[in-house]
């Protein structure tokens, strides 16, 4: 979650790929893991031309996103003394717009401002300016930039009319688009971090973006609200699945899944159990598993908590900007 | 066009006013206030916490700059390269989008114009320019990016419509097209700046000014050595469903889709990597060297890459002669499209030091190296013009006693150049143009120069057909 840290094994896996008949693999490295597609049912050169495009994608987002980049939007406002503003693009301001809800939503404990908090920095949507109100802002965009990546570059594959894909970066931030023909959904898995052979939950997915946030042995999380190590979970997963037809689109803004569900598992790594547990509640759609800490490795039981059912999103496309 | 973002701004549900800061109270009671909007509620109630906040401290904010000249421009090509020019310029202030021109309506146009609209900006999109041009009247900037074998034409109109042009490197693809450009600007009076961005970016500025300039921190250059290496990609392919139909891509001098996805790899349209990459670098040379060069030799091939879809060398290699103000230099020069390996530098060597830069803010963004036999850079130090060294492992070995080896040369101290960029890399060039539209500034890299640059780049590919050393005439590079 960390962006220094590479991070090519979130917790979410593909089971049995190679069953899955007629699928094509592209790699790429950016934001310091791996980004892949899998296209299924799809010419290869076709399919390799449009993973591409995504990728090329990935690494724009990546320049005007990273706080590694100097030059990128968010180094600005790194740079930005009290009462200061940085002009932004597009994808620094919506993810800041969602960071800044999750925020709301999580009552702090998803904050992408390390030290300062989120409310040192105010967001003009209209003007795409961000002031900074305090000294030494610091903002990290590693909890949601992966996850907005995917949403972006799952819409770019739908544009190329590959609906039947799967798309991740570092198997810790994905969306599985329609499914490969015969098959209902995509099989994935969820398994522990301290013993990635111990699948925990197995998953079919369709138009669902799915987010993992984990603790390996030696690492730790803050508690952005206290400034201290967080404790008691090893895991947390998110799924949420793509607005559907009936939600309407947003005020300009894109409805990004897959940013939201990695913005809450990292919530959802610091909330108390029953703090994520009354979020998902009121949650039409968002199901979480929370993995806490095991009396001896490898032994700790999953909870799964559930939203109130949606509707089942019929045709994503229909609601998003899904066009150029 | 507008289809899409009325799409998206339609159906705004009442939004029930921002989030109210929750305490620890309400999230075990359950979020009471917040999901009406749910966990997509940041599309709807955007703006409310930030006119809150602005309410809340009223005073605050310096007000923008209100008598800034707003300059009116459009974008004319709206692919790869034009969206980097828009995202820089959106960063501009006092820069209004009036129009946007792509022949690719169904993607880069509508792409474009959406992402301009969601900016609050209002541009009228256009599949041809010369339709533009007896439009809009009220433009004062037109920013060229189509493909090189469109420059001349679409650079000329707009100089004629009485535009000042920003264009995009390589000025043309051939010295005719090159030419015509400079007469039209001398013809017409407007600006005319060629993007070889570097010449604006504020490290090459402090380099050329400060280290090379005043400080003459690297004595007589001799050599130079500079690269572009890129790893083997795929073709760039379109989306099937926006494919632009035969006609038009015909009209506009393009056999197919693949073609005017490619441009840059055929004859006549684009040429090949050596211009598309080398060009911005070989600029460099030219300009740190303080002269254009005298001679060129090159070899290149299409080694790897499919002659049915490339018709450009993927491979060059050339050696330049200078005849500088300091007297004579070589300079090398590679691209290889097969093999990433080191990225892209410029590296100058002087009898007293080294400069390695690049535009990256990544890599080789400015290490400079003093000869152990050079005058200190102490005063330079104290100036800021150039970091203290890093301490060299070799001389810590010797200090603590370990026996140096007379077969190898001291290590030279390493400096870097602390100048750095802030803003995204074509923003500088861009805000140079817009203040010369003002009068506050000298264009950094007006028509002549860059068409030194096209000389000295374009020759190369003819080189590799001669087999032999090209000279260049002192004349060669005036119009």
Redesign the interface.
Same mark, same amino acid.
């Given at each position: 979650m960390r962006a220094d840290t590479p991070d090519l094994d979130g917790g979410i896996g593909l089971a049995g790929p190679r069953e899955l008949g007629d699928l094509r693999r592209f790699s790429h490295e950016a934001m310091n893991t791996v980004f892949e597609v899998y296209a299924a049912n799809a010419d290869a +050169?076709?399919a390799? %031309?449009?993973a %591409?495009?995504a990728f090329?994608l990935v690494d724009r987002l990546e320049? =005007?996103l990273s706080r590694f980049?100097?030059?990128s939007d968010i !180094? *600005?406002i790194n +740079?930005l003394t009290p009462?200061e !503003?940085a002009?932004? $693009? =597009?994808a620094a301001l919506e993810c800041l &717009?969602?960071a800044?809800?999750?925020y709301? /939503?999580?009552?702090g404990a998803f904050d992408v401002a390390i030290g300062t908090g989120l409310p040192s920095l105010?967001?003009?949507?209209?003007?795409?300016l961000i002031?900074a109100?305090g000294d030494g802002v610091l903002v990290d965009l590693g909890g949601i930039g992966k996850g907005y990546a995917v949403d972006l570059m799952a819409e770019l594959l739908e544009?190329? $009319?590959l609906d039947r894909a799967f798309v991740h970066a570092g198997f810790s931030s994905a969306l599985a688009l329609e499914s490969p023909a015969d098959c209902d959904g995509w099989p994935l898995t969820l398994s522990d971090p301290a013993e990635r052979s111990r699948v925990l939950a197995r998953l079919s997915m369709r138009q669902t973006a799915l987010s993992a946030s984990g603790v390996r042995k030696g690492d730790h999380i803050l508690d952005p609200r206290t400034g201290t190590p967080v404790r008691g979970r090893q895991a947390a997963w998110v799924a &949420?699945p793509r607005?559907g037809a009936a939600?309407?689109? $947003?005020? $300009? /803004? *894109?409805?990004a899944?897959a940013a939201?569900a990695d913005a /809450?598992t990292t919530a959802f790594m610091v /909330?108390r159990v029953?703090?994520s547990a009354? &979020?998902c509640? *009121? !949650?039409?759609g &968002?199901e979480a598993w929370l993995l806490p800490d095991g009396a001896s490795p490898g032994t700790a039981e999953l909870i799964h908590f559930s939203g109130p059912a949606i509707a089942p999103a019929i045709d994503a496309r229909e609601?998003r900007?899904s066009?150029? | 066009m507008a289809d899409e973002d009325d799409k998206r701004k339609g159906e705004i549900p009442t939004a029930p006013g921002a989030p109210p800061k929750l305490g620890r109270r309400d999230l075990l009671m359950g979020l009471s206030t917040v999901p009406a909007l749910g966990l997509f509620g940041y599309a709807w109630s955007r703006q409310q916490q930030y006119r809150r906040g602005r309410a809340a401290a009223a005073a605050a904010t310096p007000a923008a700059a209100a008598d800034l000249q707003e300059i009116n421009v459009a974008l004319l090509g709206a692919g790869a390269q034009g969206q980097v020019l828009m995202e820089a310029m959106l960063r501009i202030p006092g820069v209004r989008f009036r129009a946007v021109c792509d022949i690719w309506t169904e993607y880069n146009l509508r792409r474009v114009v959406n992402t301009l609209k969601r900016f609050k900006q209002e541009p009228n999109g256009y599949a041809d320019y010369r339709e533009m041009l007896d439009k809009e009247k009220e433009l004062d900037a037109v920013i060229v990016a189509t493909p090189d074998f469109w420059h001349a034409q679409h650079t000329s109109a707009a100089l004629k419509a009485g535009k000042h042009v920003y264009c995009e490197k390589e000025m043309s693809n051939t010295l005719e097209g090159a030419r015509s450009m400079v007469l039209a600007q001398r013809e017409t009076g407007k600006l005319l700046q060629i993007g070889h961005q570097r010449r604006s970016n504020p490290r090459y500025l402090h380099c050329y000014h400060k280290l090379l300039g005043e400080a003459k921190l690297l004595g007589r250059i001799v050599t130079v050595n500079g690269q572009w290496n890129r790893a083997v990609a795929p073709d760039l392919g379109a989306p099937d469903r926006y494919a632009i139909p035969e006609a038009t891509l015909k009209q506009y001098g393009f056999k197919d889709m693949h073609q005017f996805r490619n441009w840059r790899w055929y004859k006549g349209l684009g040429g090949g990597p050596i211009v598309d990459l080398g060009s911005h670098q070989i600029d460099i040379y030219n300009w740190f060297l303080g002269a254009p060069p005298s001679g060129v030799m090159a070899s290149g091939g299409l080694l790897y890459h499919d002659p049915k879809t490339h018709e450009w060398h993927d491979t060059v290699m050339v050696v330049y002669d200078y005849d500088t103000p300091a007297g004579p230099a070589k300079a090398y020069y590679q691209t290889q499209t097969t093999n990433g390996s080191q990225g892209y530098y410029e590296s100058f060597m002087g009898d007293q030091g080294t400069l390695i830069i690049s535009e990256s803010e990544l890599n080789y963004a400015g290490q400079l190296y003093r000869d152990p036999n050079a005058p200190a850079w102490d005063d330079w130090i104290q100036k800021r013009y150039v970091s203290a060294p890093k301490e060299q492992e070799a001389k810590e070995q010797s200090e603590s006693g370990a026996v140096a080896d007379v077969r190898e040369s001291v290590a030279p101290d390493q400096h870097t150049v602390p100048v750095s960029l802030r803003d995204p890399y074509h923003q500088p060039h861009l805000q140079n143009f817009f203040d010369a539209i003002r009068g506050k500034a000298a264009l950094n890299c007006p028509a002549e120069i860059g068409y030194e640059s096209a000389v000295s780049v374009l020759k190369v590919n003819d080189a590799i057909d001669a087999k032999c050393r090209l000279p260049f005439k002192p004349e060669d590079f005036k119009v």
């Open positions: +050169h076709y390799a %031309q449009a %591409q495009a090329a320049g =005007e980049r100097p030059n !180094s *600005r +740079h009462g !503003s002009r932004v $693009g =597009e &717009l969602i800044r809800h999750l709301d /939503l999580t009552d105010e967001i003009d949507a209209d003007t795409f002031r109100t544009d190329w $009319g &949420l607005p939600t309407p689109a $947003g005020h $300009g /803004l *894109r409805l899944p939201v /809450l /909330l029953e703090e009354a &979020l509640a *009121r !949650s039409p &968002l609601t900007d066009g150029p | -």
